[in-house]
């Protein structure tokens, strides 16, 4: 079992960038495919990207390819979330999720562990 924990998230101007990031606890966090969604007021939670449990396959919607990086750091049990260039369409609570699994995947359903989320705000 693994529990998330988002941090990073706040208000900026349109153009400008924040770091999310997902902490985990247990020892096994290698173990574990993460991926980042986001879920705007009254709308759907959307795949914003993904991580394979070694960085070595990532995947990103296409809505934020060339300006999103997703990365992680598994001696610190932390996945983050850099987002560049960002605009008001970000706007959103961002939530990551895992699961222990060699695969990746854009369905929230797949992920069976979920963070309380963090809210960026993006102002135009």
């Known amino acids: 079992q693994v529990q998330l924990v988002e941090s990073g998230g706040g208000l900026v101007q349109a153009g400008g960038s924040l770091r999310l990031s997902c902490a985990a606890s247990g020892r096994t966090f290698s173990s574990y495919a993460v991926g980042w969604f986001r879920q705007a007021p009254g709308k759907e939670r959307d795949f914003v990207a993904a991580i394979s449990r070694n960085g070595g396959l990532t995947d990103y919607a296409d809505s934020v390819k060339g300006r999103f990086t997703i990365s992680r750091d598994n001696a610190k049990n932390t996945v983050y979330l850099q987002m560049n260039s960002l605009k008001p369409e970000d706007t959103a609570d961002y939530y990551c999720?895992?699961?222990?699994?060699?695969?990746?995947?854009?369905?929230?359903?797949?992920?069976?562990?979920w963070g309380q989320g963090t809210q960026v705000t993006v102002s135009s």
């Open positions: 999720a895992a699961q222990q699994s060699v695969a990746i995947s854009r369905d929230p359903v797949y992920y069976r562990y």
